[in-house]
């Protein structure tokens, strides 16, 4: 079972006046569009269609909020890198997501999907130095991983996490496959260890008090 299963949509946000009051830790998902963004929050959740998936870039153009029955948030941040999106628009999402990253005090950390054939790009490198400030962990999802060989799935790990020490000593990352299913044990262990969150068979965490995250 989903550690995550149970999550349902709350509110969409397209400014940041329309973001909620914090009422609990949330964990931002991120990523370039068409990395696989929504496909790695479904499949967290073991639901088919809660983050809408498009074969077509840019599709999510708010912030979407989705509430775990603990309390907790996962926020399914705008994509971005889609250079068809009009430009008043692009600033907009780029404003929209690096205030929210940066102030949000009720945010305790980031997952950021990366294409596991095409990882580290430009944006990716911005959206790590926009959040580094903030002190707050970020775990790399290797999104696809499934469409490289073993070997050059490894060599791909080794070398995103020997660039993202050069960030934080609480950026990690990994392989995931949505299509597979792989690495989902490891995604839950990371952002449920954030949340405070254990599976049935284990003792759980010390939920965090209040909404403030120290990373």
């Known amino acids: 079972?989903?550690?995550?299963?149970?999550?349902?949509?709350?509110?969409?946000?397209?400014?940041?006046?329309?973001?909620?009051?914090?009422?609990?830790?949330?964990?931002?998902?991120?990523?370039?569009?068409?990395?696989?963004?929504?496909?790695?929050?479904?499949?967290l959740v073991d639901h088919?269609?809660?983050?809408?998936?498009?074969?077509?870039?840019?599709?999510?153009?708010?912030?979407?909020f989705f509430s775990l029955p603990g309390?907790?948030?996962?926020?399914?941040?705008?994509?971005?890198?889609?250079?068809?999106?009009?430009?008043?628009?692009?600033?907009h999402w780029e404003q929209l997501l690096s205030t929210y990253l940066q102030t949000r005090g009720s945010l305790f950390g980031m997952v950021l999907i990366m294409d596991a054939r095409h990882p580290l790009t430009p944006l990716d490198a911005q959206m790590l130095g926009w959040f580094a400030a903030t002190g707050k962990p970020v775990h790399v999802l290797l999104s696809k991983s499934d469409k490289l060989t073993r070997q050059e799935a490894q060599k791909t790990?080794?070398?995103?996490?020997?660039?993202l020490r050069e960030y934080a000593d609480?950026?990690?990352?990994q392989l995931f496959s949505s299509l597979k299913k792989q690495g989902m044990e490891e995604a839950e262990e990371v952002i449920g260890g954030?949340?405070?969150?254990?599976?049935?068979?284990t003792k759980e965490s010390p939920r965090p008090k209040g909404i403030k995250a120290g990373g």
């Open 1 to 43: 079972m989903s550690l995550f299963r149970g999550a349902t949509f709350y509110i969409t946000a397209h400014h940041l006046s329309d973001l909620p009051p914090p009422l609990g830790p949330e964990i931002a998902f991120a990523g370039r569009s068409n990395a696989g963004k929504s496909s790695a929050i479904n499949t």
């Open 48 to 64: 088919n269609r809660l983050a809408f998936v498009s074969k077509t870039p840019g599709r999510t153009q708010q912030i979407n």
């Open 71 to 91: 309390g907790a948030f996962l926020v399914d941040l705008p994509g971005y890198g889609y250079a068809k999106v009009q430009r008043e628009l692009r600033a």
């Open 157 to 163: 790990l080794r070398t995103v996490r020997d660039r």
């Open 170 to 173: 609480n950026y990690t990352a």
């Open 194 to 201: 954030w949340l405070g969150i254990k599976p049935e068979n």
